[in-house]
């Protein structure tokens, strides 16, 4: 099948797009304007959008590219909303224009509305997002789903909870604990400094994410809502301290740093995975200490 991949370049990109391939797809590599390989595209350049999905014939647009950083969100919500809101509606009209019949839309949990208490939230849960990433994501969603019903492309929508790995950049939690664990076993530093460790989150390794996302476009007939998610609660705080058990270090080294605090962070947000296995028979299958352990094996 030929599928176009935006954000080939990025860190999911570029597990999804290997295996993609090593699943036989004829993939069409797109990366942002700076990528080194495949097809460059600025989303936020219409006219661009339309001539590149022309010239690729794709049968299925998976469109993971996005300014996906809650942080940045908060300090260039402009260009956030350009991106994941603007940039994926000229994506989903230029897919309607050529022809190709699906495409499949990566959002994000960050869509949904706060929990004041456990639970696991589900496809319906009521959405209100509390930063502009949310809402750029909530805002493309949206869009999609009001048009794709007058159109021969169809629609599928993932949200996809937090997903953590090897190769994912500094600024997200897991990586920054890593590297500051690095530096200290190398005598370089003595406190291993935090944000906010209560907020909970349903953690992902990303090379169940890639093979749930190869799965989404062999099934053809996939359309409508999905959580993407393992349905297990994890504080960062919890996922801080285990990551210091594999180092062998103590919690008592962690200082709590007010710099690293989000201007809004969501309490709970947990996911119920069942629909998506469901459809696809797809479940994590790589173990939580594995992916910790592989975090933390790449940190320099």
């Known amino acids: 099948m030929r599928v176009l991949a935006t954000g080939a370049d990025g860190f999911v990109g570029r597990y999804v797009c290997d295996a993609l391939q090593a699943a036989g797809h004829e993939v069409a590599l797109v990366g942002g304007p700076s990528a080194h390989a495949g097809y460059r595209l600025d989303l936020t350049d219409s006219p661009a959008v339309a001539e590149l ?3 690729a014939e794709p049968e299925v647009i998976l469109h993971l590219a996005a300014q ?3 942080a940045q969100s908060w300090r260039d919500p ?8 603007l940039g994926t509606l000229a994506l989903w009209q230029a897919a309607v224009r050529s022809g190709a019949s699906r495409l499949i839309y990566v959002s994000t949990a960050e869509v949904y509305q706060p929990l004041s208490a456990p639970a696991l ?3 319906t849960s009521p959405r209100d997002p509390i930063n502009p990433y949310g809402v750029s994501k909530l805002a493309a969603e ?3 789903m009001q048009l794709a019903p007058a159109a021969t492309t169809s629609l599928t929508v993932l949200r996809p909870f937090n997903h953590v790995g090897p190769g994912q950049h500094a600024g997200f939690v897991l990586q920054d604990v890593a590297r500051q664990i690095a530096t200290r076993h190398e005598g370089n530093g003595t406190e291993i400094r935090v944000g906010n460790l209560s907020p909970v989150r349903d953690f992902l390794d990303i090379r169940d994410v890639a093979r749930a996302y190869v799965l989404a ?3 053809t007939e996939l359309q409508g809502v999905y959580n993407l998610c393992s349905g297990i609660p994890r504080s960062i705080g919890s996922v801080i301290e285990d990551m210091l058990k594999l180092s062998h270090l103590d919690a008592s080294i962690l200082a709590i740093d007010p710099g690293k605090f989000r201007p809004a962070d969501t309490p709970y947000l947990v996911g119920n995975p069942q629909a998506f296995a469901n459809a696809t028979d797809w479940h994590p299958t790589i173990g939580w200490d594995q992916t910790l352990k592989d975090i933390l094996a790449e940190a320099p």
């Open 53 to 55: 999905v022309t010239l």
């Open 78 to 85: 402009q260009r956030t909303l350009q991106v994941n809101t």
């Open 217 to 219: 476009v062999n099934h």
């Open 142 to 144: 949206t869009l999609l």
């Open 121 to 123: 939230l589900n496809e």
């Open 68 to 70: 996906s950083s809650v």
